[in-house]
């Protein structure tokens, strides 16, 4: 069992690992890559160090002077153009190509490349009206979401797809007029529901399918007129109703935790999947022979992969609608690519950055539309293989092939990142792995205007100009601010002001899914050894598959 270069745990890399590593890399341009030196979650966090999804500043394009929101500050050793100059064609990222330098290490002559290069400020593709949402793709009218696709009308929202009219919302999709909900699809109308899907004019519901005008239940299938798990008729269910409060944040915290007391009594599947077929992990559908795997769609015969829809892919991050890829983050529409981040398009990538319908590229930058290129350099088909090879060979006698980019390289500090959301760290361990920290976020404390005591329970006298004020979350102490859209819809529907800031309520959200990592355990009813993202330590009565379906079907 070797030990991990990162962490010195030992790990352990198992016969299906190797296998689809070989499978992978067998066939790749580059030749073989040898086996991990880190363990599964210090190469995890390895590619996330290189993903900021809602850090953002304010700064100036480097090629306008206009001002922009970038996910990089002003004082970046690299260029930072606007959307529109980045995509324009008054510059050529192969300006900056550069031969090989044999003896120095690649990295090192990566990152001189990185620093050249202008970057996008953020990766914003066909929207509207969202000039604060980051990864956004075919999206409008939304503001401070993140990871957000073919949706309008989103507030404070992080990965929904096919959506409008939601605020507060974590990974769901084809919902409407959501509020305060979590993994729940095609959902409208709904309030504070978690993992609860198909379901309409409810509230307070965790793992429910079908149902409507429910609040408070846990578990049901095609219900309606339900309050903790009680069938009403009509008339008493609409009666009870209006003895919640939803003005009052007392009233929701006894819900909430009344609700959680029935959550405990009831099953728990073991894992959340549909439609796959011998798959481990979490969050995984429409897949099948998928081990190890986190947030993952339309997958096969993938292992250690997180938040994807690919096939045939291992130790990535990221990867969407792609194949044969390996050790990646965010490469997608892509095949045949190892080691690469935010690669859209072509294929056969490696240890490239940011690069649009590139193939057969290594060490790339920002290209766009071109093939045979090394360190943003062309070459003819056979000058690129003739040369590509010896830069592997140099790069074994490095120690460098096989290895994702470095953490310490990432323009983005740890606490910049998205590691804390699923890989968490000290800020003394941060600092003894020779990673960045930054101090100085784009956020204050302190500034506050306003005191949520000075303000009326009740929303209907709530003046509009509140929206002016500051206020200072009750968990963090950062500050923020309530917007427009936000106060409307506060009123309409009789909710209160929210008194924590927009990160901590998506880090309350996720809180109410299980960390990305599998425990050996026992079915709590047949007794079948399963594996679950459910620790031993763990309060929930477990079911596996079989054992929840007669349960709640």
């Known amino acids: 069992m070797p030990n991990c270069k990162q962490c010195n745990q030992g790990f352990e890399i198992s016969n299906e690992e190797n296998a689809l590593r070989e499978k992978l890399t067998g066939d790749f341009e580059t030749g073989l890559v040898p086996q991990p030196t880190q363990c599964l979650v210090c190469r995890m966090r390895r590619k996330m160090a290189w993903r900021n999804e809602m850090t953002l500043y304010k700064r100036d394009c480097d090629k306008t002077g206009k001002s922009i929101i970038s996910i990089y500050p002003s004082n970046t050793d690299f260029p930072v153009y606007s959307k529109n100059e980045w995509w324009g064609n008054d510059w050529d990222a192969m300006s900056y190509g550069r031969e090989f330098d044999f003896s120095?290490?690649?990295?090192?002559?990566?990152?001189?490349?990185?620093?050249?290069?202008?970057?996008?400020?953020?990766?914003?593709?066909?929207?509207?009206n969202s000039d604060y949402c980051n990864f956004i793709w075919d999206s409008r009218n939304s503001y401070l979401s993140y990871c957000i696709y073919k949706s309008e009308s989103l507030i404070h929202c992080y990965w929904l797809y096919h959506s409008r009219d939601c605020i507060d919302c974590s990974y769901c999709f084809r919902s409407e007029r959501c509020y305060e909900c979590t993994d729940c699809n095609d959902s409208q109308n709904s309030k504070f529901c978690i993992l609860s899907h198909n379901c309409s004019d409810s509230l307070f519901l965790y793992d429910c399918r079908g149902c409507s005008n429910c609040f408070g239940c846990v578990g049901l299938r095609n219900k309606k007129y339900y309050m903790f798990n009680q069938k009403l008729p009509k008339d008493e269910y609409e009666k009870r109703l209006k003895g919640f409060d939803l003005q009052k944040q007392e009233h929701i915290d006894a819900v909430k935790t009344k609700l959680n007391a029935l959550r405990l009594k009831l099953p728990h599947r073991y894992s959340i999947q549909d439609k796959t077929e011998n798959c481990t992990?979490?969050?995984?559908?429409?897949?099948?022979?998928?081990?190890?795997?986190?947030q993952l769609y339309n997958g096969r015969d993938c292992i250690n992969v997180e938040d994807s829809d690919c096939e045939d892919c291992q130790d990535s991050y990221h990867i969407g609608w792609a194949s044969f890829i390996y050790d990646s983050y965010s490469v997608c529409n892509n095949?045949?690519?190892?080691?690469?981040?935010?690669?859209?398009?072509?294929?056969?990538?490696?240890?490239?950055?940011?690069?649009?319908?590139?193939?057969?590229?290594?060490?790339?930058?920002?290209?766009?539309?071109?093939?045979?290129?090394?360190?943003?350099?062309?070459?003819?088909?056979?000058?690129?293989?003739?040369?590509?090879?010896?830069?592997?060979?140099?790069?074994?006698?490095?120690?460098?092939?096989?290895?994702?980019?470095?953490?310490?390289?990432?323009?983005?500090?740890?606490?910049?990142s998205v590691i804390p959301s699923f890989y968490p760290?000290?800020?003394?361990?941060?600092?003894?792995?020779?990673?960045?920290?930054?101090?100085?976020?784009?956020?204050?404390?302190?500034?506050?205007?306003?005191?949520?005591?000075?303000?009326?329970?009740?929303?209907?006298d709530i003046?509009?100009?509140?929206?002016?004020?500051?206020?200072?979350?009750?968990?963090?102490?950062?500050n923020y601010k309530i917007i427009d859209q936000e106060l409307r819809y506060y009123k309409n529907e009789n909710l209160p002001l929210p008194k924590n800031c927009p990160h901590c309520r998506n880090a309350n959200r996720l809180k109410f899914r299980n960390p990305r990592r599998l425990f050996s355990r026992k079915c709590d009813k047949c007794g079948e050894s399963i594996r679950s993202s459910y620790s031993l330590e763990r309060p929930e009565i477990v079911y596996c598959e079989s054992c929840y379906l007669k349960e709640v079907y």
């Open 425 to 460: 760290l000290e800020k003394d361990e941060v600092l003894r792995r020779k990673w960045r920290w930054k101090d100085d976020l784009p956020f204050t404390k302190g500034k506050e205007s306003i005191s949520h005591t000075e303000l009326s329970e009740n929303i209907s």
């Open 335 to 416: 095949k045949s690519s190892a080691f690469s981040i935010q690669c859209d398009g072509g294929s056969d990538l490696f240890y490239s950055y940011c690069c649009y319908n590139l193939s057969h590229g290594f060490g790339c930058d920002g290209i766009r539309q071109n093939e045979y290129c090394i360190l943003n350099k062309k070459y003819s088909k056979e000058q690129y293989q003739e040369l590509l090879p010896k830069i592997v060979e140099h790069m074994r006698g490095t120690g460098e092939w096989g290895e994702f980019f470095p953490a310490h390289l990432s323009p983005f500090a740890y606490n910049e």
């Open 281 to 294: 992990g979490d969050y995984i559908f429409e897949s099948k022979d998928c081990h190890n795997c986190y």
């Open 104 to 128: 120095r290490p690649f990295f090192e002559q990566f990152v001189e490349l990185f620093n050249k290069v202008p970057k996008l400020p953020l990766i914003s593709v066909n929207t509207e």
């Open 463 to 478: 003046p509009l100009s509140v929206t002016n004020e500051i206020f200072a979350c009750d968990e963090c102490g950062k």
